[in-house]
C-alpha cells in the first residue's frame, strides 16, 4: 500500500472530494451535502475537511462542521461540531485510511477549542476513537435513530457538564 498524507482540504481539491464520496456512497447525496455545506458555512461557523491522498491522488475524505445544542427553548454553551460524512474509495477501504482520517481531524477539532464531537454512525467502529453513547450524557438526535448510533467524543472530561438536550445539525442535513 503507498503512504498515505492526510491533509486539510483545499479548493484544488472540491472536485476529487467530490469523487471521492461519489465513489464511497450508493447515492450522490453525501456528495452534494459536502459541496452544500462548504458554500453555506460562514466565518462564524465550524468547518474542518481533511482528505487523504497516495501518490498524489485523494482517496479519502472526513468532514466535521459545527452544530448547537438545544435544552429547552435555548442552546447550551460551548462549542461542538458533527463528524461526517466520512468516505473512502472502495480500493482503499479496511487499510486504515477512514481511521487516519479521523484521528487527524478529531485532534485538529480539538486543537481549535471544540468541546465534544458528535457522530451518527455504526456503534463497533467510532468507539475506538473515544465515541461513547450520547444517550449516556443525556444528549439525543432530532430524529428517531438507534441510541448505540448517536454518539459523542469530548475534548475533556468535563467538557459536557450542564449541557444536554437535543444535537441541531445543520439544516442541510435534513436532506440526506
Known amino acids: 500500500m503507498p503512504e498515505i498524507s492526510i491533509d486539510p482540504e483545499s479548493p484544488q481539491h472540491y472536485d476529487a472530494i467530490f469523487r471521492v464520496n461519489v465513489a464511497a456512497f450508493p447515492t450522490t447525496a453525501e456528495a452534494d451535502l459536502v459541496g452544500q455545506l462548504r458554500d453555506a458555512v460562514d466565518s462564524a461557523s465550524f468547518f474542518e475537511s481533511r482528505l487523504a491522498t497516495a501518490d498524489g491522488e485523494v482517496v479519502g475524505h472526513a468532514l466535521w462542521t459545527g452544530v448547537r445544542v ?12 458533527a463528524l461526517g460524512p466520512v468516505a473512502v474509495v472502495p480500493e482503499f477501504q479496511r487499510q486504515g485510511v477512514g481511521s487516519a482520517l479521523i484521528n487527524a481531524g478529531q485532534d485538529a477539532c480539538f486543537r481549535d477549542g471544540i468541546d465534544a464531537v458528535f457522530v451518527l454512525g455504526h456503534p463497533s467502529y467510532y468507539p475506538r476513537f473515544g465515541f461513547l453513547k450520547a444517550a449516556d450524557y443525556a444528549l439525543r438526535f432530532p430524529a428517531d435513530v438507534p441510541a448505540d448510533a448517536f454518539m459523542v467524543a469530548t475534548r475533556q472530561r468535563d467538557s459536557l457538564d450542564g449541557v444536554r438536550g437535543v444535537v441541531r445539525y445543520h439544516s442541510l442535513f435534513d436532506g440526506v
Open 70 to 81: 438545544q435544552d429547552g427553548d435555548g442552546y447550551c454553551h460551548g462549542r461542538f461540531a
